[in-house]
């Protein structure tokens, strides 16, 4: 199945009558992207994403993604970062959203429940939630474990189920299975996927062929950079990424404070050059067609803990492919997380998003270099030469 992006042949004749010779051609005709949006259960929050819907008509926001506080130990938030909105108001807030033409996926993305023990005594009361969403009139349930999957299947054989980015989901072996065991309609693949344009166009063909739709996290800065010197500087994806989303999930405060700020102070200090946030696997606003252009056109926006003024910007950004100002912008910082200070904060390092323009070109046009494959900084020194050509 091809959604969006549109594979058209035409024939073109030389001549007229028998013998003649016929030429078929391919080419994409791009239609239309979709983009989900972390929710912080504002009002004017769809209220915008409404507007910008009727406002720009290439692109659409079709789905909120998020989760309550109530279900913080089932989701890949700590509870003080998620809001406190009753049961009765969720369902008012998911019938809004359906009123304009937006569903709801629920966040159940784990990556720890428990001991076996643990998860006994609490799956009824799992179930029972799960129960409450569906009433509610969530349409998509994201899961990051398997057994969270199973649960859900036993409550609902009709409801979507998204396989999370934290499910590393990186062959397309995997997705045959999730989708023969659990019957998933969605997934959002590794973020550490973003530039292997052979797998990810292997993978939408896969997708689309099967009826699953593919996603791809957009606005996400998340990894590491190692400083070999003052001129060359490594990255790669966040190596404390697994255990972040497991303290994560089993819980923790805003005063809760592990060792040198473990993970989060170690991921800040290594990324103080525009080399290592160039490095990264975001995709910018204007690179979304590229994306298309290989059959991929669903993308998740981050920040769903972050201000409603914040993710107003990021979706204006991405549904007009076009943004103006620092590349960081686009980010919701590390920084900003436990003290409200997100409309202060200021990154220490800027990107001019619009001198970017053609960098991720390279991928697209070298389908055989993987990053993985690569010492950053040793071996491929692209994204170093990039930034001096660019007078970044």
């Not at 809004?96 to 709801?104: A, C, D, K, N």
């Not at 980010?331 to 220490?348: A, D, G, V």
């Amino acid at each position: 199945m091809i959604r969006n992006i549109v594979l058209l042949m035409y024939t073109h004749r030389s001549g007229y009558g028998a013998g003649m010779a016929s030429r078929h051609r391919l080419r994409w005709i791009r239609i239309m992207s979709f983009f989900k949006v972390g929710c912080n259960f504002s009002e004017d929050l769809y209220e915008q994403a409404f507007h910008l819907n009727k406002e720009v008509s290439i692109n659409r926001i079709e789905e909120f993604y998020g989760s309550r506080k109530e279900s913080a130990w089932l989701t890949a938030r700590p509870e003080f970062r998620l809001q406190s909105v009753t049961r009765d108001e969720f369902a008012r807030y998911i019938n809004e959203l359906s009123e304009r033409g937006i569903s709801f996926n629920y966040t159940l993305n784990t990556s720890y429940l428990g001991s076996k023990e643990q998860i006994i005594k609490r799956e009824e009361e799992i179930q029972e939630y799960i129960s409450f969403l569906i009433e509610a009139g969530v349409k998509t349930i994201t899961v990051s474990l398997p057994y969270m999957a199973e649960i859900i299947r036993r409550v609902s054989d009709k409801i979507g189920i998204e396989v999370s980015t934290i499910a590393h989901l990186d062959s397309l072996t995997q997705i045959k299975i999730w989708q023969e065991l659990y019957g998933i309609t969605k997934i959002c693949i590794g973020l550490n996927k973003n530039r292997d344009i052979n797998f990810l166009s292997a993978a939408a063909r896969y997708c689309n062929e099967h009826d699953i739709v593919l996603t791809l996290l957009a606005n996400e800065f998340c990894g590491n950079g190692i400083t070999e010197s003052d001129e060359i500087r490594g990255a790669t994806g966040c190596i404390f990424r697994d255990h972040c989303y497991q303290l994560h999930s089993a819980g923790y405060q805003k005063e809760t404070k592990l060792h040198k700020d473990y993970p989060m102070g170690m991921c800040i200090a290594s990324r103080k050059s525009k080399s290592v946030w160039l490095k990264m696997n975001y995709i910018r606003p204007e690179d979304i067609k590229r994306y298309n252009e290989i059959g991929i056109d669903h993308f998740k926006l981050t920040g769903r803990t972050g201000s409603t003024a914040h993710l107003q910007e990021i979706m204006c950004a991405y549904m007009k492919e076009s943004y103006d100002g620092n590349l960081l912008g686009l980010w919701k910082h590390l920084e900003t997380i436990k003290e409200e200070k997100e409309e202060s904060f200021r990154p220490q390092v800027y990107i001019d998003n619009k001198k970017l323009d053609g960098f991720v070109d390279y991928w697209f046009e070298n389908r055989n270099h993987t990053c993985a494959n690569e010492i950053c900084g040793e071996t491929c020194k692209y994204c170093d030469l990039f930034i001096k050509r660019a007078n970044i």
